[in-house]
């Protein structure tokens, strides 16, 4: 549908990611003006910054694959299935009596571990059997959720050692440890993507797989390797939502599915692939966390945010199809 | 994109100009949190609670999420916090889920109490249960005996797995039956049901299908038994069944009238948001509590010698015969 | 053309294969599978999932998708339930409401595809959270029970009488005509109308579908609005069966029409799919799941097996595909 017109990087960057800028400018200052004494606290922000780093890493798992062409259903579940898998090996360890930091070590080497699996298998699938991502992933994610049921019975798993709640709840310095992590996936994810040969041909792939073929890259292993980085991404979540729930369960997270779609596509990444920005994704995973917040503090109800992030998705849609309909005019 | 900047400002113009700033009264803002909305037992107790509300002149923001998932209290709770109210009062969906978030509320100075299902309790300030969870346990499989006899094969269905208030009526119940009632056969492990009465229904068919001897089903969690009788009497079998739980007497009249339902039990879900925000506004204005109080509207409690934890008062059994007395 | 139709035949007819061996495994393992009594059930608890994958199937062949479907039905209920219950106790009046709803939500999320050019995934997830907010905003989660009895009456009542119950003969239900009558509507719009030939054409190739001279806008606004109309008659028919109205009781559900639709061998890669296809495919879902039941394993081990299947049967699709493209790749190379 859309292909790259060929302008000049920068020339792009200026138009889509300065406008999410201003937009999030605009919001933050409307919160800030309805809900003075509330918004603009310290509290607040705080608060935010804990809510965020969820949701953006999870934005920007979603946004590596959709840059490749594809899309991954499947990354609540693989979040959800490192965190079990990972709560099993930590309450076990404390069950055990043995000490905190050897529990947490070994936990968090277990949920990278299972989110290097999950996207491994899902790179084997895509890219070896080619099978369209969509449905691959669709087919995984139940895969995954019936291995957590299967773990959990339904249940959560819970007794971590106190200390693992250090990850998603204390702040450094007044910077919540999430935000903290948070920026660190992001830096990496932006040299990464935009600055790295992996990253370029990740581009090229999704902007045409047969041609990147042509090329002579391997795009079977390239693609093998986005979906590992998106299961290590979703790990990385999993281990912020653990902490923050103190527990794990496989419906933890089941929003964020979609909300990281939104986000993804919000901050200007093509559905078909091919164009993504890092930075785009954080402005618009800040815009959503932002208007959520605001609207919150301000007292409307939460049904109604709901509906104001579907049509402020379909709004920016709209508004980039009427603008990309006055530039451009091929087909 | 100029025409994008400048839709934004016109918005922000517009919303600028109609946004006034609302100035809150000064009352005191208590939140009551239940597992969920929607159910008839959590909305009988938001009448309550929204009239201790109006009887002692407070602020009661009643509100929980739809569906019974830890998660979301979760994150509504953050919400508040940020807001900044000045008491918590939560059922939790599961006690491990919320003790971060419950930590939280205390640090930042919000009175924290949990009610209906307790949650970790080093974390509330104080405890609010309807009834002793050991005595109600083992009066639930005494009311199954009751009816379908001391031996046989029998299912449990409960709400959600991890709330600790229905866990520990089962915990009571599976120990007392242990010694006094050998002879019971629990098929399967006990099913849960989200607190939904559809699953309820659904997951009642399917053991139906499965254990075919099956004489007693026992539903813990209100909308529970009222799906359980719906199934057994659309499959006729109300006289070879029996079911048992707590439920609203309302609800559950149709289904004891035909004997599909034999027997609930349960307390006023009314009086227990009331109780709650009587003794959260008491805390906050330092006042603790104290065993065999009279409380207005409720009646007289008592508190655990922990100082923490205050019970309600006994249960009461509904059956064919007094379901109608009961509004509730 | 020979060469789909032996495809066809291979397709559906191994996924027929896999259902009657599930059958023949789960009878084995728990001979009550095979009673009218358990079938019917079957029938009964499924017959939603099947009406909403034959609508979501036009769709999928075109290769869009649509992860509103269940904010949809959920929305639905709640429109004929309160239908029924402050405006008036017609059955029928419900499920026209019921239906013209519907077919008005796709008809939106059409427009939004087709006309302002949303890819479907993301236009479907803007609706689905409008939709679901504004349900859940008005309903705050709370069920409408109690609906009108002669609604009640009607959602019960069953036709012929095939078994015994207690003291009455229970036939097969109700709900059954209204998946025969969409069963039948969609096969004859996809096999005998221009438009069901112009959805195969857009899902094989769009361009080449719109040099032939489809109006793919047009076309996909109507399948959409079509898709809306049987999630409509999806709701009211749920709200039939189940008596009561609970705004969270789809909640997830439209990942598995989706899985149902594609397990019934509908192909995003080549516009192939069919009515059959995808009654064989709910099929196959239910039966998995009732022989999971009667055979006492947990129920949480049948997403791990319609996962397995799901993978099972795409990797099947998409290998099948990759022979037929490399035998017939010269003459595609000669027509680029």
């Known amino acids: 549908m859309k292909k790259n017109t060929g302008k000049k990087p920068q020339a792009r960057f200026q138009s889509k990611e300065s406008v999410l800028f201003f937009i999030f400018i605009g919001i933050f200052v409307l919160m800030c003006v309805l809900s003075p004494q509330t918004f603009l606290t310290w509290r607040n922000l705080q608060s935010m910054a804990f809510q965020l780093p969820e949701l953006g890493i999870f934005a920007l798992a979603m946004m590596l694959v959709i840059v490749s062409g594809g899309m991954n259903l499947s990354i609540t579940f693989t979040a ?252 | 994109m100029n025409r994008t900047q400048k839709f934004v400002a016109v918005l922000m113009v517009l919303l600028v100009t109609t946004g006034v700033a609302f100035a809150q009264a000064k009352k005191p803002t208590i939140v009551v949190m239940p597992k969920l909305v929607g159910i008839p037992y959590f909305n009988a107790s938001e009448t309550g609670a929204k009239k201790a509300g109006q009887d002692l002149g407070i602020n009661v923001i009643y509100t929980g999420p739809t569906t019974a998932d830890a998660a979301e209290q979760v994150r509504m709770l953050e919400d508040y916090i940020s807001k900044g109210v000045d008491a918590i009062c939560v059922a939790p969906n599961d006690p491990a889920a919320l003790t971060p978030v419950l930590k939280r509320a205390k640090a930042a100075g919000i009175l924290v109490l949990d009610w209906d299902t307790p949650a970790d309790k080093s ?122 739980g707590t439920a609203l007497p309302t609800d559950s009249r149709p289904y004891l009238e035909d004997g599909s339902l034999r027997v609930v039990t349960l307390w006023d879900p009314a009086k227990l948001g009331y109780l709650t925000v009587v003794l959260a506004n008491n805390m906050l204005n330092g006042k603790k509590p104290y065993d065999g109080q009279e409380i207005a509207n409720v009646g007289k409690i008592s508190v655990k010698p922990d100082g923490k934890t205050v019970i309600m008062g006994p249960p009461t059994d509904f059956t064919k015969e007094n379901a109608k007395n009961y509004a509730f | 053309m020979k060469v789909p139709q032996r495809l066809k035949q291979s397709r559906e007819f191994g996924i027929f294969l896999i259902l009657l061996a599930v059958c023949i495994i789960v009878t084995v393992a728990a001979p009550s599978f095979f009673s009218i009594e358990n079938l019917f059930d079957i029938l009964k608890g499924n017959v939603v999932l099947a009406i909403m994958a034959i609508g979501m199937l036009p769709v999928i062949l075109t290769g869009g998708i649509d992860v509103s479907v269940g904010s949809m039905v959920a929305a639905i209920t709640i429109i004929v339930g309160n239908f029924l219950m402050k405006g008036s106790d017609n059955i029928l009046l419900a499920f026209v409401v019921g239906c013209l709803s519907g077919a008005f939500l796709g008809l939106i999320n059409g427009l939004l595809i087709a006309k302002l050019k949303i890819p479907p995934i993301v236009a479907t997830l803007g609706m689905m959270s409008i939709i679901s907010g ?203």
């Open chain 1, 80 to 331: 959800a299935l490192a965190s079990i898998v990972g709560g099993v090996v930590l309450s076990t360890m404390t069950a055990a009596g043995m000490g905190p930091t050897i529990t947490i070590v070994a936990g968090l080497a277990t949920f990278v571990l299972i989110g290097f699996l999950c996207g491994a298998l899902n790179g084997v699938i895509v890219a070896d059997i080619g099978i369209a991502p969509m449905l691959a992933t669709l087919g995984t994610s139940t895969l995954f959720e019936g291995v957590c049921l299967n773990i959990t019975k339904g249940g959560a798993i819970s007794g971590f050692p106190d200390a693992f709640l250090w990850f998603g709840n204390a702040s450094v310095l007044g910077i919540p440890f999430p935000m903290i992590v948070f920026v660190a996936v992001v830096v990496a994810s932006y040299f990464l993507l935009e600055r790295s040969p992996f990253g370029f041909k990740t581009y090229m792939i999704g902007c045409s797989p047969t041609v990147t073929e042509y090329s002579g890259i391997n795009v079977k292993k390239t693609l093998r390797i986005v979906y590992i980085i998106s299961g290590i991404l979703c790990a990385i979540a999993g281990v912020l939502m653990s902490s923050r729930y103190n527990s794990a369960k496989e419906s933890y997270g089941s929003s964020y599915m979609l909300q990281s779609i939104s986000a993804a596509v919000l901050g200007g990444t093509d559905i078909a692939g091919g164009y993504g920005k890092v930075v785009g994704t954080v402005l618009a995973v800040m815009i959503i966390q932002v208007i959520s917040s605001g609207l919150n503090i301000f007292g409307i109800n939460r049904f109604i945010t709901t509906v104001v992030m579907g049509a402020i998705l379909i709004l920016v849609l709209t508004i980039n199809y009427i603008s990309s309909g006055r530039k451009a005019s091929s087909k």
């Open chain 3, 134 to 336: 504004i349900s859940l905003y008005y309903t705050n989660g709370n069920w409408i029970t109690g609906l009108p009895k002669n609604f009640i009456d009607f959602g019960r009542t069953t036709l012929g009488s095939f078994y015994q119950q207690g003291d009455e003969m229970i036939g097969l239900p109700v709900q059954l005509v209204f998946l025969v009558f969409v069963a039948v509507l969609s096969w004859f719009i996809l096999r005998h109308t221009l438009v069901g030939r112009g959805i195969y054409a857009i899902g094989g190739n769009r361009v080449s579908a719109e040099r032939v001279g489809y109006s793919v806008d047009n076309i996909t606004v109507f399948l959409y609005a079509y898709e809306g109309f049987v999630v409509g008659l999806a709701g009211a028919v749920h709200t039939s069966i189940m008596r009561q109205v609970d705004p969270n009781a789809f909640n997830g559900f439209e990942m598995q029409v989706i899985s149902a639709v594609v397990l019934g061998g509908a192909s995003t890669l080549g516009g192939y799919g069919s009515v059959i296809g995808t009654l064989i495919g709910v099929a196959l879902f239910a039966v998995i799941n009732n022989g999971l039941i009667l055979m006492h394993i947990p129920t949480f081990w049948q997403k791990i097996v319609v996962g397995i299947v799901l993978i099972a049967s795409i990797s099947f699709d998409v290998t099948q595909k990759k022979y037929w493209e490399s035998h017939n790749t010269k003459v595609d190379i000669e027509e680029a």
């Open chain 2, 123 to 244: 974390v509330v300030d104080l405890s609010v249960h309807q009834i002793d969870d050991v005595v109600y346990g083992q009066h639930i499989w005494d009311l199954l005996v009751k009816e379908m006899g001391d031996s046989g094969d029998y299912a449990i269905l409960t709400g959600g797995l991890s709330a600790a208030n229905l866990n520990g009526w089962i915990d009571a119940g599976l120990a007392y039956a242990k010694t006094k009632y050998p002879k019971l056969r629990l098929v399967t492990d006990k099913i849960p049901t989200d607190e939904k009465q559809q699953v309820a229904y659904q997951k009642t068919l399917d053991l139906i299908k499965a254990y075919p001897n099956l004489k007693g089903i026992i539903g813990v969690s209100t909308p529970t038994p009222i799906g359980a009788a719906q199934a057994v009497q659309e499959k006729g079998l109300k006289n070879k069944i029996a079911v048992v």
